[in-house]
């Protein structure tokens, strides 16, 4: 596997978790600080693999 595809596993991996958090923020209040949090620490990962 080249690093281009390493890169690219991980962005999809990481885009695939994003769009879990943001699927339980409406659902879980009590957690709704901690995953705002990791939603924005992913999608800035996420902004750092693409560019």
Known sequence: MT???KVHTARR???KLR???AARLP????QKPDLLKL???VSKAIN???A
Do not use: G, Q, V
């Not at 659902?27 to 009590?30: A, M, N, P, S, V």
């Open 39 to 41: 939603h924005d620490r």
């Open 3 to 5: 690093d281009y595809e």
């Open 19 to 21: 769009a879990d958090l």
């Open 27 to 30: 659902l879980e209040d009590d």
């Open 13 to 15: 991996d990481l885009e």
């Open 48 to 50: 750092a693999l693409s």
